[in-house]
Each structure stands twice: as structure tokens, then as C-alpha cells.
């Protein structure tokens, strides 16, 4: 029995008992049949190989955009270049990031607030205590002491969470205690 050609047609019209694998493994080892398998398969690599290329050459041309000698030794002097200047600014970063960091240590970084009632007589905690330490517990606390008559205001240095000059009250202390416990 002749082979038929492959195609969906002579599939349809096979009758059903010639449909075997023996049937199949003689269509693919059809010369005829195996040379066209082969140029499908060829021009599919040849298409995956032409897109790879075209990607390595836009890569290549993007590498050397600006340079006037395209060898590549100048392009990667250049490169080189460009790598040496980068780690010197990135060098210059560290160093100012180390520093702000140093600076940062002398500012404001704890604040600790209680208000309280110094006077049975006035309602409400109008009166308050307000700490605020940098990261060596040093600073200065703000004591507000709200009458009915007035409102009085005193500052206090705090130098490592201690007094220096004058004595803390026992709410003035709870507030730098609060402060230290601000991280």
C-alpha cells in the first residue's frame, strides 16, 4: 500500500483500521517526510538564532554609544573610568553619611512629656513636664506649672539624665525617665 501524504484531508478519509502505529512510524521515516520535519525544525532554530543575535548586537552597539574608536580595549578603559569615578563619589557618600550620623548623635532624638496637678484646689492636668534629650541623655526639661492666677514656665539642663545646676522634681524626673525610654 502506498503511503498517502500527510495532511489533514488524508487523515479524515483514512478508513479506521489503517490508522496504526505502524502506519505513523512509517509516515515519519518517510524520506520525504523527515526532510520536511527537519527544515521546520531548522528554521525554527535559525529564527531563535537570528532574535539572539539581534539582541547581542543592540547590546553591543548600546556598550559602545558615544565612543568614537570602537575596539574593544577603549570601550573597557572606559568603562573603567566610569567604575573608578562611581566608587570615589560612592567613597565621598560614606564618608558624609558617616559624619551625619556623628551629627545626629548631638540632636534631638528623645522627647518625654507627663502632665500632672500641682494644686488640689484646680481641676484637670493643665501643669506638665516636658523632657527632651539628645542621644547622650543630655538636654533640658520644661516645667509648666498652671495656677489660677498664672502660669509659670522654668527650663532645667539635663546633662546624662542627670541634674547639673538645679534639682529635678519628682515629675520633671518621670519625664526625662519617660524620654530615655524613646529609642
Known sequence: MPFPKIGLRSLLTLPAGEFTINW???MLFDFGQFTGIALVIL?????GLSVLFYRL?????????GITKKDLKSIL???LDNTQR?????????ADLAKANKDA????????LIRFNPFAETGGNQSFCLAVLDDHDSGFVISSLHGREAT???????RHGKATNYDFSSEEKQAIKNAKKVK
Open 152 to 158: 509659670r514656665f522654668y527650663a532645667k539642663p539635663v
Open 24 to 26: 505513523i512510524l512509517k
Open 57 to 65: 548586537l543592540a547590546h553591543y552597539q548600546k556598550l559602545t554609544a
Open 105 to 112: 548623635l548631638n540632636h534631638v532624638q528623645k522627647v518625654g
Open 77 to 79: 578603559e572606559a568603562l
Open 43 to 47: 528554521i525554527i532554530w535559525m529564527i
Open 86 to 94: 562611581e566608587v570615589k563619589r560612592v567613597d565621598g557618600l560614606v
